[in-house]
Nanobody, 123 residues
Framework: VQLQASGGGLVQAGGSLRLSCAAS????????VGWFRQAPGKEREFVAA????????YSADSVKGRFTISRDNAKNTVYLQMNNLKPEDTAVYYC?????????????????WGQGTQVTVSS
């Protein structure tokens, strides 16, 4: 079981980044994938999730209209397009796989985690 997040970096407020989560075929097939983030001193929180076929997505209220989750099953990769970034988006971002996009709205239901990628938004 392997997931690997990438694409983080330093960006100014208002800028954009695209995160990628590459998974092994075994992990990717038939699993929903979610993005989560954890800022210093805070609990890990849900950001967005997508069903195994890409037909269902969920986003946290704090990112709706700015972040878009998508997946390319041919590449075993899930993306998080982040636009209009704000300083409060600064965190380590993680991807994780689980049984459904709906249940991934709860951090505790994720079964498989990848390592995080740092996103820093300067004001």
């Amino acid at each position: 079981v392997q997931l690997q997040a990438s694409g983080g970096g330093l960006v100014q407020a208002g800028g954009s980044l695209r995160l990628s989560c590459a998974a092994s075929e075994r992990t990717f097939n038939n699993n929903a994938v979610g993005w989560f983030r954890q800022a210093p001193g805070k609990e890990r929180e849900f950001v967005a999730a997508i069903s195994w076929d890409g037909g269902i997505t969920y986003s946290a209220d704090s990112v709706k209209g700015r972040f878009t989750i998508s997946r390319d099953n041919a590449k075993n990769t899930v993306y998080l397009q982040m636009n209009n970034l704000k300083p409060e988006d600064t965190a380590v971002y993680y991807c994780a796989a689980g049984p459904s996009a709906s249940t991934l709205r709860s951090v505790t239901t994720a079964r498989y985690w990848g390592q995080g990628t740092q996103v820093t938004v300067s004001s």
